[in-house]
Every structure is written in structure tokens, then in C-alpha cells.
T-cell receptor
Framework: DAKTTQPNSMESNEEEPVHLPCNHS???????IHWYRQLPSQGPEYVIH???SNVNNRMASLAIAEDRKSSTLILHRATLRDAAVYYC?????????????FGKGTRLSVIA | EAQVTQNPRYLITVTGKKLTVTCSQN?????MSWYRQDPGLGLRQIYY???????DKGDVPEGYKVSRKEKRNFPLILESPSPNQTSLYFC?????????????FGPGTRLTVL
């Protein structure tokens, strides 16, 4: 899987939007961009994924740059429950039998 | 509710005493795997299974065994646990048919080997 780069940590105020960046300059044309998060004392949790177009679901939005070399996970209104480590992971299509490679991720702190 | 369950959630044991950590999923997923998470090392895959009776080693399989006799269950077996297997363990599953590649993780099992 291609490498991703994320900031080590970010901080947000509660009820405000959060933009979590991820750089993946070596992304290939068949790599999907996946985001997972891990809340304290819990297992990783799928958040969202996309290929080229921006994606929205009930948890978040994923904005993908036109050249696909970067992406941004957007939490529209951060809550205390969103405090977690967020991982940006590239997965080639058809790599379902290979392990997820979690980097260090971004530790998001949410301030009340 | 779609979920992956693990038992026990917490376990303290002694060196050499065989133990099994169970994992079960109710989503009819073909793919199941075990990870361990250690500070500074992230999540590392121990074993995985692509279907019933099909298992293979991940990155850190030494000291572990698995079996996949039924599609929903994927137990992790430590025949002779040692202190270096003290860790947080996660089971995960995903569908190989839908190809969405979303992995669902269990809540984790914190194992301490004395």
C-alpha cells in the first residue's frame, strides 16, 4: 500500500468543523482512500472511503484533491465523542485479503 | 446489528497456560483476521482467513494458532503464552464479495501474561 502522511495531532473546539488532512503523493490510479478512527479503548472503526469524487456519509465527508495526491476528512461538527486517532489508508482495489496498514494517524482532541 | 464480538475482553494469565480468544461475526464475511496492537508499533496482523478451512500467516504469527471451522468464528489460540504476548488484540472481518474492503473490528481483548 502506498504511503500516507498525516499530522501527529490536531485540536478542535466542540461544535466546530474539523478538517483532517492526508497527503499521499505516490497514490496509484487504483488506490482507494480509506479513513478509519480508533476511539480510546476501542477497536478501529471505518469512517469513509473514496476513489476520485468527494464522498459524504452520516459520519463525515471526504474531499479528494483533483490530482488525488491529498485528501481531507471533514467532521462537520466535532463532538467530544469524535476525539480519537484518525488513520488515512490507501488500499488498492482487490487487496481485500491483505492487512490494513495503520500508520501513526492524527490524534484529534476536542475541547468542550 | 452487524458486529464482531470477542471474548474475553480482559484476561490475565500465567506463562505457559493455554488460552483461546474467541471471535465471531454475524455479517457472513469471508475474510477474518487477528491483529495485535502495541504502543509505538501500531496494529500488526497475526493471522488471517479468506474462508472456511483457509488460513494464512500475517506479519507476526509466531506463538499463535488459529482455526476456521465455521464461517462466523475465528478463534485465536495461544498454546503456551509468554510475557511478550501481552498486548491488545483485535479481530476483524470483511466481505471479499462486495469488494468495498471495509473492515469491521471487534472491541478488543486486553491480554496480560505474567
Amino acid at each position: 500500500d502506498a504511503k500516507t502522511t498525516q499530522p501527529n495531532s490536531m485540536e478542535s473546539n466542540e461544535e466546530e468543523p474539523v478538517h483532517l488532512p492526508c497527503n499521499h503523493s505516490t497514490i496509484s490510479g487504483t488506490d482507494y482512500i480509506h479513513w478509519y478512527r480508533q476511539l480510546p479503548s476501542q477497536g478501529p472503526e471505518y469512517v469513509i472511503h473514496g476513489l476520485t469524487s468527494n464522498v459524504n456519509n452520516r459520519m463525515a465527508s471526504l474531499a479528494i484533491a483533483e490530482d488525488r495526491k491529498s485528501s481531507t476528512l471533514i467532521l462537520h461538527r466535532a463532538t467530544l465523542r469524535d476525539a480519537a486517532v484518525y488513520y488515512c489508508i490507501l488500499r488498492d482495489v482487490g487487496s481485500g485479503n491483505t492487512p490494513l496498514v495503520f500508520g501513526k494517524g492524527t490524534r484529534l482532541s476536542v475541547i468542550a | 446489528e452487524a458486529q464482531v464480538t470477542q471474548n474475553p475482553r480482559y484476561l490475565i494469565t500465567v506463562t505457559g497456560k493455554k488460552l483461546t480468544v474467541t471471535c465471531s461475526q454475524n455479517m457472513n464475511h469471508e475474510y477474518m483476521s487477528w491483529y495485535r496492537q502495541d504502543p509505538g508499533l501500531g496494529l500488526r496482523q497475526i493471522y488471517y482467513s479468506m474462508n472456511v478451512e483457509v488460513t494464512d500467516k500475517g506479519d507476526v504469527p509466531e506463538g499463535y494458532k488459529v482455526s476456521r471451522k465455521e464461517k462466523r468464528n475465528f478463534p485465536l489460540i495461544l498454546e503456551s503464552p509468554s510475557p511478550n504476548q501481552t498486548s491488545l488484540y483485535f479481530c476483524a472481518s470483511s466481505s471479499l464479495i462486495t469488494r468495498t474492503d471495509t473492515q469491521y473490528f471487534g472491541p478488543g481483548t486486553r491480554l496480560t501474561v505474567l
